[in-house]
């Protein structure tokens, strides 16, 4: 495209806030490629009082429910009369640039409130190291409204760039209004408000995340409030399956129709973590319904999601029930996608208490957490379905704190009206239907594929019981229906069983089987779940066919007593007894009432004898001891004796270690088990590993997916030709089946 020499000065360009899709057609822009003989100057928008900003964020920042800040909005008003630089090209089409630029911003985005490009236009948007490129904007987001917006685009300069054919400038009509200093890097977590708080944050594509690789890419993150905050949400499917386009997320994130949806924003691997793309992105939508009751919001995108972007449409269940397992997946922060796991049901109650049957709580996370951002998230049960959406809470990092979810139950209809209720939308034919499988937009790469997602039902810890009933929960993920499978399950290398099972699973559709009851042995039991046979056939991806689960059976227990005073806030306290080296955790309490002057509590706790961590967490970081009232935590063991006595807890999480023996055991003797010698290490493949302790132990070696390798005594034979890696060795006490250390093993050539 060669240039006319009349250069003329007049404008600017670009989008707007509301409109359809933010479809592009990823393009490049033409003055990559192209010379263009131009040099001007941006237009310089104003740095933001970032101290006032950040003072209000420190308080902000804390209250989960209050969505997280990352930008500031500066009025603007740029349009075609008063900014930017014309073009005239010698095919009679016109190039009209604009640059803003903002210093130290982080990132810079933009509100329309006039956009509408003619059929032939196309308009690209990129930072000043051309890294980050949005493009080409068509007509395709031209909408009633008139409004648009666009992503954040990296750095502290953007350049926007307008090709408009001949004869078809009067059909363009664009105004920016508003233009976004974004202060906080979602790329950069030195700049996060709650500094390293978020450490425990557990990335999507982790082994947490295996089997969510197809419901994570119904989650998006959010951008509100004229695009300068945060929340998360989720795409969600309805009774007709026929992808219409429902986003649901939470009331109190105060969304509007011309927020921006941004799918698939996460770390390509578990770690290191790493930066994701921004690209996947749509604007606006209509809202459908809401209210505060359960604090949900449902909307519906303008546009269909494009195919590119393989969307998945997640299911859900209206019937109330809690989940045997709960997981989350947001966007803590403004981060990449992260997972967290509780293996506890969530409890019925209201906002913040007890009281009421409006939300589920989640008590306290095992795996990760949640923080500001990830409001509106979904909470799913183990059929991957979603039964709420964030609401607020005190979970963080460090704590054993509570979420607070919105009942999707209460949602359904609890109140009346069709902007009240998420039924008229999700069952349009009022078919009664109480749940609904996801909908997946892409392929799978396989015609049978079954992959077993959890085992349920199974403790991890059993005082004078050995016997368990578990439940394996069973997903479809082949494009085929599968109509029958057999399950078989063994321990330690003893085969404890077999099911078969018959019915039907049509895609992404997910079953519950319960198994016969089985008996453990004393000590450590780990179970080795597996499926095969699906339809009578090998299944064409056996990644996914095996789980292990592990169960510590304790026939001879020792009991020990705890009398725990909370101060007068009860409500932040929580406590666990967690066995040394190993990390089992094998009883729990708390949160407790909000009383004046604390109220106490006792327990008799079954131990074994081993050393623990006595484990304390305050969520408001100020523990029970001190202007609040005078806390204390009291453990004695059968004859009396004193283990531990904490009064004085003024943090967020303090740890008393102890031990427990039988009679004639002498204490020292106990702390010399965990004083042992496991050496090479590095190993060679065809050596000898050597375990050396003063009881007569076991040694099982696991890769990294936890799958046991082999197992043998103080002296293990590598194997020739054993793969090189990092392993995990375990060294378990023969006679109690106590874990006396885990450790990395590095096997070399």
């Known amino acids: 495209m060669k240039l ?93 640039f604009l640059k803003i630029a903002s210093k130290g911003a982080k990132s810079i985005n933009l509100n329309f409130n006039k956009f509408k490009l003619s059929n032939n236009a196309k308009l690209f948007i990129y930072n000043e190291a051309k890294t980050d490129v949005l493009g080409a904007i068509t007509a395709a987001n031209n909408n009633e409204s008139g409004e648009f917006a666009i992503r954040p685009i990296k750095g502290e300069s953007i350049t926007l760039e307008l090709i408009i054919p001949a004869n078809e400038k009067d059909q363009i009509d664009l105004n920016i209004s508003g233009v976004v200093y974004g202060y906080k890097s979602i790329h950069d977590k030195a700049a996060k408000a709650f500094g390293t708080s978020g450490s425990c944050n557990i990335n999507v594509n982790c082994t947490a995340g295996n089997n969510w ?75 459908r319904a809401t209210n505060a009751n359960s604090d949900f919001h449902l909307f519906e995108l303008l546009n269909t999601p494009p195919a590119s972007y393989e969307v998945y449409y997640a299911g859900w269940d209206k019937s109330n029930t809690p989940s045997s397992v709960s997981t989350g997946i947001h966007h803590p922060d403004g981060d990449v996608m992260k997972i967290s ?31 500001g951002g990830s409001s509106g998230s979904p909470l799913f049960n183990e059929f991957q379905q979603i039964i709420g959406q964030l609401h607020g809470g005190n979970a963080a990092c460090g704590n054993n704190a509570e979420d607070y979810y919105g009942k999707f139950s209460v949602s359904w209809n609890a109140i009346s009206g069709n902007s009240n209720q998420l039924k008229p939308w999700l069952d349009p034919d009022n078919t009664g239907t109480t749940q609904v499988p996801g909908l997946d937009s892409k392929a799978s790469l396989f015609n049978t594929d079954i992959s077993i997602n959890a085992i ?39 085969t404890l069983g077999s099911f078969n099972w018959t019915g039907n699973l049509t895609r992404n559709q997910i079953t519950k089987i319960t198994l016969p009851a089985i008996v453990l042995g004393n000590g450590l039991n780990s179970i080795n779940y597996s499926i095969v046979n699906p339809n009578g056939i090998s299944d064409q991806n056996i990644a996914n066919n095996s789980v292990i689960k592990s169960t510590r059976v304790n026939i001879n227990p020792l009991f020990v007593n705890l009398q725990l005073k909370t101060d007068d806030y009860g409500n932040e306290i929580t406590w666990n007894f967690e066995q040394l080296n190993s990390g089992t955790v094998l009883d729990f309490g708390g949160p407790y009432a909000q009383v004046s002057g604390g109220t106490i509590h006792n327990y008799n706790v079954c131990l074994y004898d081993s050393c623990f961590n006595f484990n ?28 531990v006595f904490e009064n004085n807890f003024t943090t967020g999480f303090k740890a ?64 020739n030709g054993q793969a090189t890696g990092i392993y995990l060795i375990k060294v378990i006490d023969s006679s109690s089946g106590n874990i006396i250390s885990t450790d990395k093993l590095v096997i070399q050539k």
Request: net charge negative; with cysteine.
């Open 213 to 287: 690789q197809d419901v994570k890419r119904s989650i998006v993150m959010i951008l509100r409030s004229n695009n300068t905050r945060w929340c998360s949400g989720a795409l969600i499917n309805n009774v007709r399956q026929d992808s219409t386009p429902y986003i649901l997320t939470a009331n109190h994130c105060g969304l509007q129709t011309n927020s921006i949806f941004i799918f698939n924003y996460e770390s390509p691997n578990c770690a290191p973590n790493s930066d994701g793309s921004l690209s996947k992105s749509m604007s606006g939508a209509n809202s």
């Open 656 to 719: 008393n270690s102890f031990c427990v023996q039988k009679l004639g055991t002498n204490i020292n003797e106990i702390d010399s088990r965990f004083e042992l010698s496991v050496y090479p290490n590095p190993i060679k493949s065809g050596n000898i590993l050597n375990v050396e302790t003063n009881l007569k132990v076991r040694v099982e070696l696991f890769d990294l997916t936890g799958k046991l390798i082999f197992e043998g005594n103080n002296r293990l034979l590598i194997p």
């Open 616 to 643: 304390l967490f305050d969520s408001q970081n100020d523990g029970f001891t001190g202007f609040w009232g005078n806390g204390y935590a009291l453990i004695t063991d059968q004859n009396g004796d004193t283990l």
């Open 4 to 96: 006319k020499s009349s250069i003329i000065l007049t404008v600017c360009l670009l989008l707007s806030f509301m409109a359809n899709a933010q479809v592009v057609t990823n393009e490049i822009p033409p003055s990559f490629t192209e010379a263009y003989p131009i040099n001007f100057d941006p237009i310089l928008v104003p740095k933001p009082d970032l101290n006032q900003i950040r003072q209000q964020d420190a308080v902000e920042d804390q209250i989960k429910d209050i969505p997280w800040r990352f930008g500031v909005e500066q009025t603007v008003n740029y349009n075609f009369q008063n900014s930017g630089l014309t073009l005239h090209n010698d095919d009679g089409s016109e190039t009209w």
């Open 456 to 494: 349920t039902d199974q403790e991890e810890y059993l005082c004078q019981d050995s016997s368990i009933t578990p439940s394996i929960i069973v997903k479809n993920l082949g494009n085929n229906s599968v109509s029958s499978f057999t399950v078989n399950y063994s321990s330690n290398g003893f």
């Open 341 to 371: 796991v509780d293996n506890d049901p969530p409890l019925t109650s209201g906002y913040y208490t007890t009281n009421g049957s409006t939300h589920w709580t989640v008590q306290d996370w095992d795996l990760g957490t949640t923080e």
